[in-house]
């Protein structure tokens, strides 16, 4: 996926709020609008090098958009909650994504039950699948963790897809790291376990749990390979 640009660098001051940050960009502290609600806080550590897009509209409140960060590894990672999607939607038209290569998709944003979930896929004349993307940037170690703040939307997910495998639907939830340091994928127990337990019932129902991480340029972000998801 080609990430709209031009981008500017400069550096991570501080976060007044979940959706607003502050840039030193040029020497000028700027206003940033930050699309990742999460805690974010092992990613946004003042002094990290940042990337915003200038974003002008009548109706922001900021001009710009914080959309990469570096890591002390080197790491670029996005912050950018909606990338995944179009990640995906380019990966499945391109059958980028093996365990799904045999699917096509027949709609985004699809409503069942009572969620919307991110793609309805078919595949054949009678088989469908529902599937449902989550961004996820906390990595501890070498694993993924996700979510990194609670998440009651994400739990009321997988439990409708888990009902929907129980009906015979098939149901799969796909797991986009938008990093490549990452060598697995589990629940943050920790943070949410809520969601940790909704996703292990959703694993014993028969949803299929797909991981896969991300390059991440200034360009570009692409999927690169899977990595297993683990259930505790």
């Known amino acids: 996926m080609h990430i709209p640009g031009p981008l500017h660098v400069g550096k991570f001051v501080a976060r007044p709020n979940r959706f607003l940050t502050i840039v030193e960009l040029d020497g000028k502290q700027v206003e940033a609008h930050l699309p990742d609600p999460g805690r974010l806080k092992e990613l946004l550590v003042p002094g990290r090098q940042v990337w915003v897009r200038r974003v002008p509209a009548a109706n922001r409140r900021t001009s710009y958009t914080l959309t990469l960060v570096r890591t002390p590894g080197g790491e670029m990672v996005s912050l950018v909650t909606t990338f995944p999607n179009e990640i995906v939607a380019e990966a499945l038209t391109a059958q980028q994504i093996r365990e799904l290569s045999h699917w096509t998709t027949i ?40 979510p990194d703040a609670v998440t009651a939307r994400g739990a009321r997910h997988v439990r409708e897809l888990a009902a929907a495998a129980s009906e015979g639907m098939d149901a799969a939830v796909l797991f986009v790291v938008q990093r490549r340091d990452a060598a697995s994928i589990t629940a943050a127990r920790s943070i949410d376990p809520v969601f940790a337990d909704a996703l292990a019932e959703a694993h014993e129902a028969g949803v299929l749990l797909l991981g896969y991480r991300c390059k991440v340029t200034t360009k570009k972000a692409e999927l690169t390979r899977s990595i297993p998801v683990l259930i505790d």
């Open 107 to 146: 709609r985004r944003e699809y409503t069942w039950g009572k969620s919307r979930f991110d793609f309805l896929l078919g595949k054949g004349d009678d088989e469908r699948m529902l599937l449902e993307v989550k961004s996820v940037t906390l990595v501890e170690g070498d694993r993924a963790l996700f």
